[in-house]
Every structure is written in structure tokens, then in C-alpha cells.
T-cell receptor
Framework: AQSVTQLGSHVSVSEGALVLLRCNYSSSVPPYLFWYVQYPNQGLQLLLKYTTGATLVKGINGFEAEFKKSETSFHLTKPSAHMSDAAEYFCAVRNGRNYGQNFVFGPGTRLSVLP | ETGVTQTPRHLVMGMTNKKSLKCEQHLGHNAMYWYKQSAKKPLELMFVYSLEERVENNSVPSRFSPECPNSSHLFLHLHTLQPEDSALYLC???????????FGPGTRLLVL
């Protein structure tokens, strides 16, 4: 069975600083990995995903994530935070071999960006 | 993202009321999902429909009743809810079950 942990339920960074949101997963088979963002009073929006191939994945709004199999991690980064990045971020995992497998979501990390 | 719409956006109901949440997707997908999002808890998958057939029901109380009349529409019928059912209910769709999911804006439900 898959599981996802996100270290830090709340992360604060200054505007212009590096954003690092951590995600570790547990999966007995190669995973598909996803990051979603949720702005206040909205649904979840896909930021980026890893399925196969290149382990560094670029997404929207300047975010990227790197799949590290040895560390079972898929941390999300952005070089320079913007005020508009303040939101809740969810990491999700899916069994990469099972076509119909459902997603398992992490508990989320709330990102605050300070002026 | 306007591919998945949900109505109403906000709903207040008493414990004896009956109401329905509606979800519509305009993406041509064939799988649809209901999730419950409560404060400080991970997203809870409630129901999955694939090709209009329910394929998963994650031990959800019978006071929640889903309906999928066609591949574009998904309903969640609510009756005799409890205050702990207050949450944000999210609908999602995907091309096939397990593929990338696209979410609606959610319905914020308050049960008094």
C-alpha cells in the first residue's frame, strides 16, 4: 500500500526566498507522483507530475520537483517565492504499475509568504 | 480551471434536511470521484465511478448516496447528516481511473 508524508504542516518563507516543501512516499512498486496546489476557496490544481523518464520535473508557476528513488522523496522547490504562492500544497502517490489505482494524498503543507 | 464545476458552492443544512451536490465535467473524462476535505485531515476518497459504474466505496456512511447518470455528471445525495459531516466536498475527474485528476472548486457544507 502507498502512503505519503509531508514534513511540516506549515512553512513560512520571505518573498524572494527559496521554497522547499518536503514529500516522502512509501510504495512497494514504482510510483507515479504528483503535486497539487489549493488556493483559498478553490479546488486542487495540478502543479506537476512524475511518471517515468527524467527525474527532475518542471511544473507551472516556476515550481519543480525531483524524484529521488533512493530517498523515496519528491520534494517541491521554487527558487524565489512570490506572494501569490501562498496556498496549501498536496503531494500524492499512485501505484505506477496499476492502471486503475487510486491516488493517496498527503496531509498538505500550508505555505505562507512574508513580505 | 473551469473543466469541472460544482454546485452549490456553499450549503448550510439541518440534520433532517435532504440535499444534493452536483458535479459536472466538460473534459470528456470517463472517471469521476468524490472526496471529503476536513480541516487538518488528509483528503478522504469517498466514491469512484469509472464508465458510470461505481468501482469504489470507501466505507462511507449510507447517509451519503452517490449517483452517476452519465460520464459528465456526478451527484452526491445527502440526508440526515451529522455536524461532523461539515467539510469541503470536492469532485474530480480523470481520463481513466488512476490518471491525472482535475478538481472542481468544491462545495463548502455546514451541517447544523
Amino acid at each position: 500500500a502507498q502512503s505519503v508524508t509531508q514534513l511540516g504542516s506549515h512553512v513560512s518563507v520571505s518573498e524572494g526566498a527559496l521554497v522547499l516543501l518536503r514529500c516522502n512516499y512509501s510504495s512497494s512498486v514504482p510510483p507515479y507522483l504528483f503535486w497539487y496546489v489549493q488556493y483559498p476557496n478553490q479546488g486542487l490544481q495540478l502543479l506537476l507530475k512524475y511518471t517515468t523518464g527524467a527525474t527532475l520535473v518542471k511544473g507551472i508557476n516556476g515550481f519543480e520537483a525531483e524524484f529521488k528513488k533512493s530517498e523515496t522523496s519528491f520534494h517541491l522547490t521554487k527558487p524565489s517565492a512570490h506572494m501569490s504562492d501562498a496556498a496549501e500544497y498536496f503531494c500524492a502517490v499512485r501505484n505506477g504499475r496499476n492502471y486503475g489505482q487510486n491516488f493517496v494524498f498527503g496531509p498538505g503543507t500550508r505555505l505562507s509568504v512574508l513580505p | 480551471e473551469t473543466g469541472v464545476t460544482q454546485t452549490p458552492r456553499h450549503l448550510v443544512m439541518g440534520m433532517t434536511n435532504k440535499k444534493s451536490l452536483k458535479c459536472e465535467q466538460h473534459l470528456g473524462h470517463n472517471a469521476m470521484y468524490w472526496y471529503k476535505q476536513s480541516a487538518k485531515k488528509p483528503l478522504e476518497l469517498m466514491f469512484v465511478y469509472s464508465l458510470e459504474e461505481r468501482v469504489e466505496n470507501n466505507s462511507v456512511p449510507s447517509r451519503f448516496s452517490p449517483e452517476c447518470p452519465n460520464s459528465s455528471h456526478l451527484f452526491l445525495h445527502l440526508h440526515t447528516l451529522q455536524p461532523e459531516d461539515s467539510a469541503l466536498y470536492l469532485c474530480a475527474s480523470s481520463q481513466d481511473q488512476g490518471q491525472t485528476q482535475y478538481f472542481g472548486p468544491g462545495t463548502r457544507l455546514l451541517v447544523l
